[in-house]
T-cell receptor, first 111, second 115 residues
């Protein structure tokens, strides 16, 4: 069964303290892995799509990487405005467009 | 990316009533989906809204409880029927877009509280 596990559940950082969020996945043939940011009471905001092991993508202070079993979202020198829940999701090649989401990591960045 | 608008953004509903959520996209899209996010939990796919035909429901979701319409390529509705407090959730409309057509984009969501 396709599955996504994110860790940690919650992460508290000081402003400027870099760290990484983990997304472990099990899928029968990966079509794509997605990262989203979600603020309270809002819909998820798309960040990145990764397709194959070794791929990396960057956006401002965020960098996403992918291996055959997991993905990392690296946050460099975070700011308080980076505080949000970060969601990881996968699509299988044989699952149509069905997207399986992880439970998310709640990130708190303190000034 | 497409702009996805949902109405209502928030509502408080009485137990036993039904509410219809509207989703409008500013461009024609092939695939539209409805997700549910219960408090403190992640997103669960309810159904794929098919243009001109019946929606495709995921396991655990049925048409009688969540009837969906999609009359054209830019609009869909989700009705939450005979609501109970367990239906209190954010309901999210989403579409696929992007070069590969795989990435899913979401609207702002409709936050329903059932009392």
């Amino acid at each position: 069964e396709d599955q996504v596990t994110q860790s940690p559940e919650a992460l508290r950082l000081q402003e400027g303290e870099s760290s990484s969020l983990n997304c472990s996945y099990t899928v029968s043939g990966l079509r794509g892995l997605f990262w989203y940011r979600q603020d309270p009471g809002k819909g998820p905001e798309f960040l990145f799509t990764l397709y194959s092991a070794g791929e990396e993508k960057e956006k401002e202070r965020l960098k996403a990487t992918l291996t055959k079993k997991e993905s990392f979202l690296h946050i460099t020198a975070p700011k308080p405005e980076d505080s949000a829940t970060y969601l990881c999701a996968v699509q299988a090649r044989t699952g149509g467009f069905k997207t399986i989401f992880g439970a998310g990591t709640r990130l708190f960045v303190k000034a | 990316s497409a702009v996805i608008s949902q109405k209502p953004s928030r509502d408080i509903c009485q137990r036993g009533t039904s509410l219809t959520i509207q989703c409008q996209v500013d461009s024609q899209v092939t695939m539209m989906f409805w997700y549910r996010q219960q408090p403190g939990q992640s997103l669960t796919l309810i159904a794929t809204a098919n243009q001109g035909s019946e929606a495709t429901y995921e396991s655990g979701f049925v048409i009688d409880k969540f009837p969906i319409s999609r009359p054209n390529l830019t609009f869909s509705t989700l009705t939450v029927s005979n609501m109970s407090p367990e239906d209190s959730s954010i309901y999210l409309c989403s579409v696929t877009e992007g070069v590969d057509g795989n990435t899913i984009y979401f609207g702002e969501g409709s936050w329903l509280t059932v009392v």
